[in-house]
């Protein structure tokens, strides 16, 4: 599949990368899946997040961290969770909804 639309690239024929026989067979994106399942994603990334920071809370006052440290290293510890489960890209676009940016 991939040699045929090298050709018909080549070919310069950009409206028909592939045979209607290729296309027949496709299964179209369903729009309402690919929603739920960003939904659920960014869900997945929030629960992460919350969860790395009160676990962090917890560890650190154990611990014994300073009071001016603990804010500092709950947040990252937040941050690096919701990178861990959404990945960078998705956390930057999640960040950019916050006030004051």
Do not use: K, N, Y
């Amino acid at each position: 599949m991939l040699a045929v639309i090298g050709e018909r690239c080549a070919a310069d024929r950009i409206g028909a990368m592939l045979p209607e026989e290729f296309l027949a067979q496709a299964t179209p994106i369903s729009l309402t899946r690919t929603a739920i399942r960003e939904s659920v994603h960014v869900a997945a990334i929030i629960t992460a997040a919350m969860t790395a920071a009160v676990g962090a809370a917890s560890a650190l006052r154990a611990l014994g961290v300073r009071d001016d440290l603990r804010p500092w290293l709950i947040t990252g510890c937040s941050v690096l969770a919701a990178i861990f489960v959404g990945g960078w890209h998705r956390v930057g676009r999640l960040l950019e909804l916050l006030p004051g940016r």
